[in-house]
């Protein structure tokens, strides 16, 4: 059974999102709305976790973060996580 589909995953909202728990189908939602939920708490700096593997992950997240109209800026995490991670920041 797959749970990504019935029980809702509960993030707390602290600049940190981790996808590692979504399926891919629901990225651009999880991240939009976790983007849009850090503005209204006064959160401009984000860490998106989208991991490393084939980088189809960081594909999507870098596509919606360059549409996305409250991002100044967003990049590779240089630490190291490398490019496991994006970093984001958000226009107020």
Avoid: Q
């Avoid at 728990?21 to 939009?32: I, L, N, Q, R, T």
């Avoid at 976790?34 to 490393?52: Q, S, W």
Wanted: hydrophobic letters at 40%.
């Amino acid at each position: 059974m797959d749970t990504h589909d019935t029980e809702p995953v509960i993030l707390p909202i602290d600049g940190v999102l981790d996808l590692h728990a979504f399926a891919p189908k629901d990225v651009a939602s999880v991240v939009e709305e976790y983007l849009a939920t850090c503005l209204e708490k006064g959160i401009y700096d984000v860490r998106i976790i989208h991991g490393k593997g084939i980088g189809e992950l960081r594909r999507t997240v870098h596509a919606l973060l360059e549409r996305y109209p409250n991002v100044a800026t967003f990049s590779l995490d240089p630490g190291p996580s490398g490019w496991g991670a994006t970093l984001v920041s958000l226009k107020d």
